[in-house]
């Protein structure tokens, strides 16, 4: 079984500025993945960074960089230099191996201001 | 293709009716998701397919939902005697098994259901 758990339903960034999305996890599996999907209007979500468990080094792709603290189960997505497009649903969500599904979290709005 | 295709990209019907919404994999992905995103449930997990593998049906919520997956390519969602309560954003998604990119999963645009 597993539980995703996003705690911060909507995060507000002044442009070219860093936000932080939170998002602690539970699983009961040994090899899984994680990743952070973002969600924009038109509804097609797309993959924005992934990260595997077994790897201690944090992700990074870009201006996105994720947090990984695998005792805390903690999994948090550092957007720098944040840019209009930016602005979106991101969810975050995990992959068990055994599971063969992904078990997604409720979601962040993030709202860019200009 | 060049990405994963599902139709109709919103579907408006009338409850009772049955409903069939279509998703077309990225060629050569053999595992195909169905995930539906409501207001209220958030994003869930509806079926899997891998291969020529027994799908699993574990996230169906009911006998009137069920999937196909022919050629181990398309794959049909059907709902029968829809409810008001199945309107949402149903979405596919397909992944490789191999190769770097394997257990990532790439979606589709969702078909949004609406049972008036």
């Known amino acids: 079984a597993q539980t995703v758990t996003q705690s911060q339903p909507e995060m507000s960034v002044q442009e070219a500025e860093t936000v932080t999305l939170s998002c602690t996890y539970d699983t009961s599996e040994s090899d899984y993945y994680l990743f952070w999907y973002k969600q924009p209007p038109s509804r097609q979500m797309i993959l924005v960074i992934r990260?595997?468990?077994?790897?201690?080094q944090n992700a990074t792709e870009n201006r996105f960089s994720v947090n990984f603290q695998k005792a805390a189960k903690s999994f948090s997505l550092k957007i720098s230099d944040s840019q209009l497009g930016d602005a979106a649903m991101y969810f975050c969500a995990c992959f068990g191996a055994a599971g063969n599904k992904l078990t997604f979290g409720g979601g962040t709005r993030v709202l860019v201001k200009p | 293709g060049a990405g994963v295709s599902q139709s109709p990209s919103n579907k408006v019907t009338e409850k009772g009716k049955d409903v069939e919404l279509r998703c077309d994999p990225i060629?050569?992905?053999?595992?195909l998701y169905w995930y539906r995103q409501s207001l209220g449930q958030g994003l869930e997990f509806l079926i899997y397919f891998q291969g020529n593998s027994a799908p699993d049906k574990s996230g169906l919520p009911s006998d009137r939902f069920s999937a196909e997956r022919t050629g181990g390519s398309v794959s049909t969602l059907t709902i029968q005697r829809t409810q008001q309560e199945d309107s949402a954003v149903y979405l596919c998604?397909?992944?490789?098994?191999?190769?770097?990119?394997?257990?990532?999963?790439?979606f589709g645009a969702g078909t949004r259901l609406s049972v008036l």
């Open positions: 060629s050569g992905h053999t595992a």
């Open positions: 990260q595997e468990a077994y790897k201690q």
């Open positions: 998604a397909s992944s490789p098994q191999t190769g770097g990119a394997k257990n990532i999963q790439y």
